[in-house]
């Protein structure tokens, strides 16, 4: 199907007399005849439900939905994006292990890169998303097991070139993990691209309403886990915590991944999407590819207005002809990439201050993607945990305003931001 036909209707065929929309299956629990039954499930070797922590029908049907737009093997949902980009790294390093990454990601992404999974003995290295190949290569090390970047950073909007990243990781046996949250698989497919496992936070554009938390992972089922079995022992030697199942052998290269991170870490970490998130998720879904046109569109006409105006000293969307992102724009976005646009005003932090308080119609909100148009100083709200040679490093300067263009009219937009740039 097309991918605005699955936005409607992938994921879940109601039979003959059953509910048109995905039923809110809201049970922890699951009832069997026998012990045997039961037995099955715990040992993967049936089909079904046993507790919703690891998995339940509406959590499942839309995660099918999620996968079918992405072009992946199989997907999973969590509670936040949070916990997707963890799980997603998490399922194959561990301590003593690597990471590479690019450096412009989103500020909480790299607290955790960064911060928590280095005092869990997993250590990184940050590379600008313009490295060469030849840097890329130099940043590797005998312990890397993974290469993560955002296809749009948050809130920098640089846009990865997911190709050579791809090659990168590719060339020292290891994946590349992509957080596909800013242009969603309606705009972008980073596993077409050579990306082998996608995130998102649903909590953005695939809900887009401001209504639910949420995360997702999504495996492409390209990546030969068997063919690097040194690397992943996680994937490709006898889980003793679970039967002694070896996931890349029961369950494939399209299986193994999306299998262990459900019977493994939801199990251990429970941090699990809700039946009703889920439910509320799916209806985002079913407008996405209506919305993310009109996001676009808006965010195009707010930049073009932002980048003539005397008292903006540079302006950052990847669709303007004048960003150092366009040619990578035009490769992987042709059809438009997101509706955040990020700019500096030329007064510096207290200009920032300024135009922020005089807003009327865009609310400040630590959020993006949403039908209503919100606005953030990063540097003082979601990156403050990060020094100024780090704001820098991550593209946030302290004069950096990002603006998530909602839904509304681009004309009533254009006019708040003018009354508030004339208050500066």
């Known amino acids: 199907m097309n991918r605005d036909t699955i936005c409607v209707q992938g994921g879940y065929t109601p039979a003959n007399g059953e509910p ?27 089909d079904g439900y046993f507790y919703s922590r690891l998995q339940n029908p509406t959590c499942d049907a839309v995660a099918r939905k999620i996968a079918a737009l992405e072009g992946g093997a199989a997907a999973m949902l969590t509670s936040s994006g949070q916990a997707a980009n963890f799980l997603a790294l998490f399922n194959i390093c561990q301590c003593g292990d690597h990471i590479v ?8 992404t790299f607290n955790l890169i960064s911060v928590t999974m280095a005092k869990m003995g997993i250590e990184v290295t940050f590379v600008p998303p313009t490295a060469s190949e030849e840097e890329l290569d130099a940043a590797f090390r005998p312990n890397t097991k993974a290469v993560f970047g955002e296809t749009i950073a948050n809130p920098a909007l640089t846009v990865l070139d997911i190709e050579k990243f791809a090659r990168a990781a590719h060339a020292h046996g290891v994946p590349l993990i992509v957080d596909n949250t800013f242009p969603t698989p309606v705009n972008c497919r980073p596993i077409e691209w050579g990306a082998d496992i996608v995130t998102h936070s649903t909590t953005k554009y695939m809900d887009g309403h401001g209504a639910a938390v949420g995360g997702a992972i999504v495996d492409s089922g390209n990546f030969d886990w068997m063919a690097h079995a040194d690397k992943f022992p996680g994937l490709t030697t ?3 915590s679970y039967h002694g199942i070896t996931y890349a052998e029961r369950f494939g290269q399209g299986g193994a991944f999306i299998t262990k991170a459900t019977a493994q870490l939801m199990r251990d970490f429970g941090c699990c999407q809700s039946p009703q998130s889920a439910f509320l998720l799916n209806l985002g879904l079913e407008s996405l590819h209506v919305r993310m046109a009109r996001h676009c569109e808006n965010a195009m006409a707010v930049a073009t207005f932002l980048e003539s105006h005397p008292k903006v000293a540079y302006v950052d969307y990847c669709g303007l002809a004048s960003s150092p992102y366009h040619a990578l724009a035009e490769k992987y976005l042709p059809n438009g990439s997101c509706g955040v646009v990020s700019f500096g005003l030329a007064g510096g932090r207290e200009a920032a201050s300024t135009f922020m308080k005089s807003l009327r119609l865009a ?23 990060m020094n100024d040679e780090q704001l820098k490093a991550a593209g946030v300067p302290a004069e950096l305003v990002r603006m998530s263009c909602g839904l509304e009219a681009s004309a009533d937009l254009i006019a708040d931001i003018a009354q508030a740039l004339d208050k500066v």
């Open 20 to 46: 048109r929309q995905i039923p809110i299956i809201q049970s922890t629990t699951f009832k069997y005849d026998t012990s045997e039954d039961m037995g099955k499930l715990f040992d993967l070797e049936a």
């Open 101 to 108: 990454s690019s450096s412009t990601i989103y500020g909480g």
């Open 363 to 385: 609310a400040i909100e630590t959020h993006v993607a949403d039908a209503r148009t919100c606005c953030l100083n990063p540097a003082s709200s979601t990156h403050r945990q």
């Open 238 to 240: 006898p889980d003793e």
